[in-house]
């Protein structure tokens, strides 16, 4: 399958659903009785994803929405095959650019859109954005990093074509490959994103290998 190029997302874009999601929370806790709230937030210290690297197979790593518990073990709230970076020489090089999978580390979520837009060959649909990483050599920054799938902006699949690999739908195991990004089976990021909404979004992504 040919690797394609990513899309550089528009930074007004990204602020807009930044304010967006922190609106809808704000509006959610909002409607919360004061003591549910103050009772919420003492049972534990809320949610992250954790993506740990399959080094045998890179494509059949696994993401985890998990909630974190103060004095206890975080919790799995969701788990999903995940992939990262490309099959070719490189792609388990976290310095590699358009080609290794993401450097370990801590990310900040910056944003989560449920019909995002990345124009031709981009990254469309549900999509989840984390902040830029300098990778080990101190050097090179990873940059326009997503957890993404495969699928339209509203989040159909495109008819199939015999013969041809397209960016608007799953054909299977290989569009687990990618350019850096963390991408998910269509189904699965449908899931992440009700659990997410359900549990609270993730502030932060831990990536390990």
Same mark, same amino acid.
């Given at each position: 399958?040919?690797?394609?190029?990513?899309?550089?997302?528009?930074?007004?874009?990204?602020?807009?659903?930044?304010?967006?999601?922190?609106?809808?929370?704000?509006?959610?806790?909002?409607?919360?009785?004061?003591?549910?709230?103050?009772?919420?937030?003492?049972?534990?210290?809320?949610?992250?994803?954790?993506?740990?690297?399959?080094?045998?197979?890179?494509?059949?790593?696994?993401?985890?929405?998990?909630?974190?518990?103060?004095?206890?073990?975080?919790?799995?709230?969701?788990?999903?095959?995940?992939?990262? /970076? @490309?099959? *070719?020489? =490189? &792609? !388990?090089?976290?310095?590699?650019?358009?080609?290794?999978?993401?450097?370990?580390? %801590?990310?900040?979520?910056?944003?989560?859109?449920?019909?995002?837009?990345? /124009? @031709?060959? *981009?990254? =469309? &649909? !549900?999509?989840?954005?984390?902040?830029?990483?300098?990778?080990?050599?101190?050097? %090179?920054?990873?940059?326009?990093?997503?957890?993404?799938?495969?699928?339209?902006?509203?989040?159909?699949?495109?008819?199939?074509?015999?013969?041809?690999?397209?960016?608007?739908?799953?054909?299977?195991?290989?569009?687990?490959?990618?350019?850096?990004?963390?991408?998910?089976?269509?189904?699965?990021?449908?899931?992440?994103?009700?659990?997410?909404?359900?549990?609270?979004?993730?502030?932060?992504?831990?990536?390990?290998?």
């Amino acid at each position: 399958m040919a690797i394609r190029q990513r899309i550089v997302v528009p930074a007004a874009a990204l602020a807009l659903t930044g304010g967006l999601a922190a609106a809808e929370a704000s509006t959610a806790t909002a409607a919360q009785p004061a003591s549910e709230r103050t009772t919420a937030a003492a049972a534990d210290g809320g949610t992250y994803l954790y993506f740990d690297k399959n080094q045998s197979n890179p494509g059949n790593s696994r993401l985890y929405l998990m909630r974190s518990i103060p004095d206890a073990k975080d919790q799995v709230l969701a788990k999903y095959r995940a992939g990262s /970076g @490309d099959e *070719g020489p =490189n &792609g !388990k090089d976290e310095c590699a650019s358009s080609q290794g999978w993401l450097p370990n580390g %801590t990310y900040q979520v910056l944003a989560h859109d449920a019909h995002y837009n990345g /124009g @031709d060959l *981009g990254v =469309n &649909g !549900k999509v989840i954005h984390v902040e830029d990483k300098v990778c080990e050599n101190g050097r %090179t920054t990873r940059a326009e990093l997503f957890v993404h799938s495969e699928m339209w902006p509203e989040g159909s699949q495109a008819s199939p074509e015999p013969g041809k690999d397209s960016p608007y739908r799953w054909e299977g195991s290989d569009d687990y490959r990618s350019l850096g990004c963390i991408k998910l089976k269509p189904a699965d990021i449908d899931h992440l994103f009700t659990k997410a909404g359900q549990a609270g979004w993730p502030t932060k992504l831990k990536v390990v290998s």
